[in-house]
């Protein structure tokens, strides 16, 4: 039987492994998805030896980074980002293991606000500079839209928050939240942007998914504004991995 799993540390309830087991009861594929708790990212050798029917693995917090070191190859988009989250698995001549990194978030948060986006849509606050933010950024370039980070920090090529200007939230109508802020349980928290310069041509995109409507969201859409929230990105990105394991 093949198997897949998910690699970090810690892992609590994990969205990957319900998914993936029940699509592969849903169609009958004789499967598994195994969440593989590793306290260091050494142990990965491990799991690789003890389980040589792995086909791929999803990496979370906090080996992202840490795993690409142990890849044989990455994909462009994972190499830009600096951040692998599928892993495919493929053995070469006389059985030796082959690694490739990969980075779905590009594609489920690309597929996820395409539709969204209408003419006066062209540039975008992107809050954070984290693996997630540069992913985000990834999906933005390929959809042809400028952006600009925001940190809380001054940050090289970057907005503070106190410098969002009246001009600045005219001219980024598209602000994508991709920083923890406001995820359960602290959901009465939400990024610090101006939101009395939110307007009804703004389109606020919240990376999290628990709440279901953020704080973030919720100030935006009381401005008029279209809001969404990141469960149809989650969803996207763990069908991707899935293509890119049987590609």
């Known amino acids: 039987m093949d198997k897949y799993g998910l690699i ?4 609590g309830h994990s969205f990957s492994k319900t998914y993936f087991n029940d699509k592969f009861a849903a169609e009958n594929i004789a499967a598994e998805y195994v969440n593989f708790e590793i306290a260091t990212i050494k142990d990965l050798k491990h ?33 830009i980002i600096g951040a692998v989250n599928v892993i495919k698995i493929t053995k070469g001549r006389f059985g030796k293991i082959k690694l490739k990194g990969y980075n779905s978030d590009v594609v489920g948060f690309r597929n996820s606000i395409d539709p ?17 933010a540069k992913a985000v950024a990834q999906g933005l ?35 994508v939240n991709a920083t923890p802020v406001g995820m359960f349980p602290n959901v009465n928290e939400c990024p610090p942007i101006p939101y009395d310069l939110v307007t009804a041509k703004h389109l606020l995109y919240d990376l999290i998914y ?38």
Do not use: C
């Open 8 to 11: 970090g540390y810690p892992l």
């Open 47 to 79: 799991v690789l030896r003890e389980n040589p029917n792995l086909k791929g693995l999803n990496v979370t917090r906090p080996y992202k980074t840490q795993v690409i070191s142990f890849l044989d190859d990455i994909d462009e988009d994972a190499k």
């Open 116 to 132: 969204l986006l209408i003419d006066h849509h062209r540039k975008a606050l992107i809050l954070g500079t984290g693996g997630a």
């Open 141 to 175: 370039k390929q959809l042809g839209i400028g952006f600009t980070y925001v940190s809380r920090k001054p940050f090289e090529s970057a907005l503070t928050y106190e410098e969002l200007s009246p001009k600045i939230m005219e001219q980024y109508t598209i602000i």
């Open 210 to 247: 628990n709440p279901d409507e953020t704080l973030f969201m919720k100030k935006g859409k009381e401005q008029g504004a279209l809001v969404k929230n990141g469960l149809e990105m989650l969803l996207l990105q763990a069908f991707a991995g899935w293509e890119i394991w049987n590609s």
